[in-house]
């Protein structure tokens, strides 16, 4: 049997916990990922910018955390369902992911094959479409060299097929 957490804290620690350290958690954690998602500064700077934002957002308005704890107390099963489901799509999507890639190891001859003619068209559009003064030689030949081992790979798959009829 699981025991509530209030149990093992004091009234008054269950308290600050809910209405000062989630909420400013919860502050910091949407602050610190807008500031490295917009790759203005680098993660210490933004780090030292969202920590310095959460405190003042609580030294100005301390009613605005506690306005969020007072929702915390109604959205608690309903995010603990949401949480629980995000894990698992999370979970799925890895496993099919993954199964998909083995699936591209295992995958026989006619499957590489066909992954090889589907790249070699798609380096031959690049090679082709350089526009009017096309793309630079280096780019060319790099792409020419490809093609030509994605030839010589078919070449090899097509005669181990053929061997192995």
Do not use: C, H
Request: aromatic residues 14%; hydrophobic residues 50%.
């Amino acid at each position: 049997m699981a025991f509530p957490i209030e149990n093992f804290l004091s009234p008054n620690m269950t308290n600050m916990l809910v209405t000062l350290v989630i909420p400013f958690l919860i502050f910091f954690t949407i602050l610190f990922v807008v500031l490295s998602r917009t790759k203005l500064f680098n993660r210490g700077v933004s780090f030292v910018i969202a920590i310095g934002l959460t405190i003042m957002i609580y030294a100005l308005r301390p009613d605005t955390f506690a306005f969020l704890a007072s929702y915390l107390f109604q959205i608690g099963v309903i995010g603990s369902i949401t949480a629980f489901l995000m894990i698992f799509f999370v979970f799925l999507w890895f496993f099919v992911k993954g199964g998909i890639r083995i699936a591209k190891v295992i995958g026989g001859d006619q499957q590489k094959l066909q992954e090889l003619e589907k790249l070699e068209q798609k380096l031959q559009k690049k090679y082709y479409s350089g526009g009017v003064f096309g793309s630079s030689v280096g780019q060319r030949l790099s792409i020419s060299k490809e093609l030509e081992g994605i030839e010589k790979e078919k070449k090899f798959l097509l005669a181990k097929m053929k061997r192995l009829r």
